[in-house]
């Protein structure tokens, strides 16, 4: 198995970065009895931690986004499918960037009082079906590009569960947590962007592997594999 390019381990340790600063945030506010800083909060929008997310999210649509761009003929609708991955994670860096699934959440929430019981408002009963629609479209585009890639195929499937888990898993905890435990909540927060940012991570890893067996050639290299020694004198 190859091991991960090296843009891999960097972007592993800015996840682990960006909870430990949203970590530090609210434990020297709380230590000093002020208001956390916005701008290393998890979970908000533009700082610090929304716009690396969103990031993430874009370099994965930019490198499905050259295989859209060798493949999708514009006069040709069946060659189309192509550019369903990069569209899907473009959507996904918008929605993270600018919160947008929970800012229809809180239009439906007021409009027609749904969710209203619920801490993390109406978005999950939303968004979830909405996205896993998206995915089943996004995979079954993907289908002819993953014929005898098992590690494409893994780490596809690892970051979709990963995500899931921590976007919708950890959110959805965050309702039966009692409303006067704000703490409960903030650890839940903590793994779940964190736990974002990671699928993110394997979907860039994914997305690398796939270009790269598809011909795309780019300056990063991974360490030697098993069937690949070192040369000698390297």
């Avoid at 493949?71 to 929605?95: E, G, H, M, Q, Y």
Wanted: net charge negative.
């Amino acid at each position: 198995m190859r091991r991960p390019p090296r843009v891999i381990f960097v972007l592993v340790a800015l996840n682990l970065l960006m909870g430990a600063l949203a970590v530090g945030n609210y434990v020297v506010a709380s230590a000093l009895g002020v208001e956390r800083t916005t701008f290393f909060r998890l979970g908000m929008e533009s700082n610090l931690p929304s716009w690396y997310s969103a990031s993430q999210l874009l370099l994965v649509a930019g490198l499905f986004g050259l295989i859209a761009w060798r493949d999708v003929k514009w006069r040709s609708p069946r060659t189309w499918a192509a550019a369903t991955p990069a569209l899907f994670f473009l959507l996904l860096s918008l929605d993270e960037g600018g919160m947008v699934h929970e800012r229809i959440g809180w239009w439906v929430e007021a409009q027609s009082g749904l969710g209203e019981d619920l801490l993390t408002g109406p978005w999950l009963l939303l968004a979830v079906p909405f996205y896993a629609v998206l995915s089943v479209l996004v995979f079954r585009a993907m289908v002819p590009y993953l014929r005898g890639r098992p590690l494409v195929v893994r780490l596809g499937l690892a970051g979709g569960a990963l995500f899931v888990i921590a976007a919708a898993g950890f959110e959805g905890l965050g309702n039966f947590t009692d409303p006067d435990d704000p703490f409960a909540r903030q650890v839940l927060g903590v793994f779940e962007e964190v736990g974002e940012m990671m699928a993110a991570t394997l979907f860039v890893w994914c997305a690398l592997e796939l270009i790269r067996a598809e011909g795309f050639h780019l300056v990063m290299r991974s360490g030697p594999t098993e069937a690949e020694p070192e040369a000698p004198g390297a």
